[in-house]
Every structure is written in structure tokens, then in C-alpha cells.
């Protein structure tokens, strides 16, 4: 065998090599694709992305007291979700439903996908007066929150949300701080980040 057909083998045999892998790398999941994320989630994220009924109307938001309890308002208000920041919104609001030991049925579990029914009940804690104390914690949430407040803009998810707030460090001792972050967690604007206005 001279030189040169040597020389040929070898780089078949690397290039069949390098195919062989290719082809099996390709196959494998990677995280990124997979991403945070169960199947689970995965079909509700794809069924809430593409079926959403909420809207940032004011007609919307007066609807709502007329629904029935077990209605869905779902999807996001205003950009399209993101499965990433979905994952990671849902995961982070398991820990405040359950701060000290408490089940705190009034934070949703998900901030896509919030029963008529519970949001008929917060937003009337929305106008609930708070103690001098109590308001500071509420105004601190208000200038900390990546959105100024509970949501970008004066929507249902304000109220609902801003009802949520007051309630949680009325009832539940929450403070600013804590507010700020379930209102962060529970953002239904969409997009991957946190909005800043």
C-alpha cells in the first residue's frame, strides 16, 4: 500500500468519523433545546401562548366581575411569551405560596392562567386602606417592581395584583421587598426579561 492510498484511507476513515458523530451529537438533547422546563409545562406554556383571552381593555377588566368563577384569564397583555422566563416565573412563585408555612391560596400559581374567580376576589382589595406602615411596604413594591407597579400598565392584572400586594402584607405580613418580588414573578406582560417603563 503506497503512501498516497494510505493517505486516502485516513481521511475517509476522519471524515466517516466526523459524520458518525455529527449525526449522533444531533440526536442528543441539549439543555438549551430541552430548557428549564417539564413536558408538562411545556404543553401549557404552548396552549397559553396561543389561546390567550385576557386583554388590557378597561371593557376587559370590567368583564370579569360577570364570569363565572372557574373562567381562565390567560396569556400574556401585551408581548409574546417567553418559555424560559415562563419556567422560572411559575418555579419562583411556588416559594411565596408557601412563606412561613402558610399556603397562601390567594398568590397564583400561575401569572398566564389566573381563575376569574380569584381575581374577582383581590381586586376589591385593591382601594383596602393600609396602616401607615403597611403603605410604605406597598409604595416600596411600587418603586421597586420592574414595572413601576403590579403591572405595566393600569389593567386587570393591576388591580388584581395590586389587590394581591395589599392583602399579602395586610393578612400575611408581607414586606415591600417580598411584594416586589411576586409581582416581578407574576409579570403577564410577556417577553424574556423583566419590562422597565
Not at 133 to 142: I, S, V
Not at 166 to 176: E, N, Q, R, S
Not at 178 to 195: A, F, K, M, P
Request: glycine fraction near 10%.
Amino acid at each position: 500500500m503506497n503512501k498516497q492510498t494510505l493517505f486516502a484511507l485516513v481521511i475517509a476513515a476522519l471524515l466517516m468519523g466526523g459524520i458518525v458523530f455529527l449525526g449522533y451529537s444531533q440526536k442528543q438533547p441539549t439543555q438549551a433545546s430541552v430548557g428549564p422546563v417539564g413536558e408538562a409545562l411545556a404543553a401549557k406554556f404552548k396552549d397559553l401562548s396561543q389561546n390567550g383571552n385576557s386583554s388590557c381593555s378597561g371593557q376587559f377588566k370590567d368583564s370579569i366581575v360577570n364570569m363565572p368563577d372557574t373562567a381562565r384569564l390567560k396569556g400574556s397583555c401585551c408581548s409574546p411569551m417567553s418559555i424560559h422566563r415562563y419556567g422560572e416565573q411559575v418555579e419562583g412563585l411556588k416559594k411565596f405560596k408557601s412563606v412561613s408555612s402558610q399556603n397562601i391560596q390567594e398568590i397564583p400559581d400561575d401569572p398566564y392562567d389566573i381563575p376569574a374567580g380569584l381575581a374577582k376576589r383581590l381586586i376589591p382589595y385593591y382601594n383596602m386602606e393600609l396602616t401607615p406602615e403597611a403603605q410604605k411596604a406597598y409604595d416600596y413594591a411600587m418603586v421597586n417592581s420592574s414595572e413601576k407597579g403590579p403591572c405595566c400598565c393600569q389593567c386587570w392584572r393591576w388591580y388584581v395584583y395590586g389587590g394581591l400586594g395589599k392583602y399579602l402584607i395586610k393578612t400575611h405580613g408581607f414586606t415591600g421587598e417580598q411584594v416586589t418580588q411576586v409581582w416581578n414573578l407574576s409579570d403577564g406582560c410577556g417577553g424574556d426579561e423583566e419590562h422597565h417603563h
